[in-house]
């Protein structure tokens, strides 16, 4: 279980994160929907979402969309 003061995902979890359902805070309600929320919405615009960890630094997401003319 990840803490406030955690930063970072375990590599373990980070093939995990965009499965629904996943949480590692069900106990303070987490359903584990909101990142396999965001990457179906990126997803149907035609973009791509990804994420890279290190645990004890911090997280990043990237969203890459179309440009449209």
Known sequence: T???L???IPEAALSKVFDRF???RADEGGQGLG???AQ???LEHG???SVKS???RGTTFMIR???IN
């Open 2 to 4: 990840l803490t406030i």
């Open 6 to 8: 955690d930063c970072g």
């Open 22 to 24: 996943y949480t590692t």
């Open 35 to 37: 990142l396999a929320i």
């Open 40 to 42: 179906a919405i990126v």
């Open 47 to 49: 973009g791509e979402i």
């Open 54 to 56: 290190t645990l004890g």
């Open 65 to 67: 969309l179309p440009l």
